[in-house]
Nanobody, 126 residues
Framework: HVQLVESGGGSVQEGGSLTLSCVAS????????MGWFRQIPGKERESVAA????????IYGDSVKGRFTVSRNNAKNTLYLQMNGLKPEDAAMYYC????????????????????WGQGTQVTVS
């Protein structure tokens, strides 16, 4: 079965950096897009970044452009999110998501389209 396991969250001061990782298993990771989302209580899950299966085409949410970088290592079945210049408004539970039908990054920006979710990793910015 498909499993996504995030790690790398934690507490950081404003302006600091964190790198999140998501290790995938149970399917052909390199064939499909991947995405990062975040959510705070009472709000809808927000797309942060998405990456096509080839690791080249990416899409970022407006609030993180220029600060966050999404990447993947298909040999390690791992998705990354490098977060720099963290702001208090970046604090949230971060989830990685996998699609099982699409290569294009666009489909991994749609919370209602992606097929699988990790358990989440908490990011706190103070």
């Amino acid at each position: 079965h498909v499993q996504l396991v995030e790690s790398g969250g934690g507490s950081v001061q404003e302006g600091g950096s964190l790198t999140l990782s998501c290790v995938a298993s149970g399917y052909n990771f390199s064939d499909y897009c991947m995405g990062w989302f975040r959510q705070i209580p009472g709000k809808e899950r927000e797309s942060v970044a998405a990456l096509a299966n080839d690791g080249v085409s990416s899409i970022y949410g407006d609030s993180v452009k220029g600060r966050f970088t999404v990447s993947r290592n298909n040999a390690k079945n791992t998705l990354y999110l490098q977060m720099n210049g963290l702001k208090p408004e970046d604090a949230a539970m971060y989830y990685c998501a996998a699609d099982r039908t699409a290569h294009s990054a666009y489909f991994c920006t749609r919370a209602r389209v992606v097929h699988h979710w990790g358990q989440g990793t908490q990011v706190t910015v103070s």
